[in-house]
């Protein structure tokens, strides 16, 4: 019988390391947590970019991956799928957009179906993480910045002495002849 060497399943790590407490309280309770948070996935599927908190957007982000990922699957056919879409679209049309414009643009994709960046804070300001959420191949410009033509990138800063080094060398070449 073989069996599994236990000390390279556990980790080696000496300090334990554990998740950060989120504040997920709500004064109406968990039914005024979950309404906010059915009013974020709405908004999302409604306008494909939001901003709003960080704790706020990681779990909302957890649920519209479900719900994506759950229409893609069993398509709008499945009663399990078109309740979980009526449960969490607060606004009716958007189950058809979620059917007809959604899963047609995700069903081959292999990667998330959200984007989570974090917004600049205000300083001073509210000290809350804010953040960006948003769906992938979305109409808006990207929010991501473009690094290859980032001249303050490592290799391009060596590229660009080396281009200087070489002309240094070819002008004191024709000074010396």
Excluded: C
Excluded at 13 to 37: F, M, Q, S, Y
Excluded at 143 to 164: C, F, G, P, Y
Excluded at 170 to 177: A, D, F, G, I, T
């Amino acid at each position: 019988m073989n069996q599994a060497d236990v000390t390279k399943l556990m980790s080696q790590l000496r300090i334990a390391v554990r998740p950060n407490k989120r504040n997920l309280k709500n004064a109406d309770g968990p039914e005024g947590r979950l309404l906010k948070l059915r009013k974020t996935v709405t908004a999302l599927v409604k306008h494909e970019r939001i901003e709003l908190f960080y704790n706020r957007a990681d779990e909302a982000r957890g649920y519209a991956e479900l719900l994506i990922s759950n229409a893609i699957r069993h398509g709008d056919r499945h009663q399990a799928t078109m309740e979980l879409a009526d449960y969490w679209l607060l606004e009716k049309q958007l189950v058809h957009k979620l059917f007809k414009v959604l899963v047609p643009r995700y069903e081959n994709y292999n990667v998330s179906f959200t984007r989570m960046y974090k917004a600049p804070r205000d300083y001073p300001g509210i000290y809350y993480r804010r953040s960006v959420l948003e769906l992938r191949g979305n109409p808006y410009p990207t929010l991501a910045t473009d690094q290859s033509q980032n001249r303050n990138l490592l290799h391009n800063v060596l590229l660009d002495e080396a281009r200087k080094e070489f002309r240094r060398q070819k002008l004191s070449e024709l000074v010396h002849k």
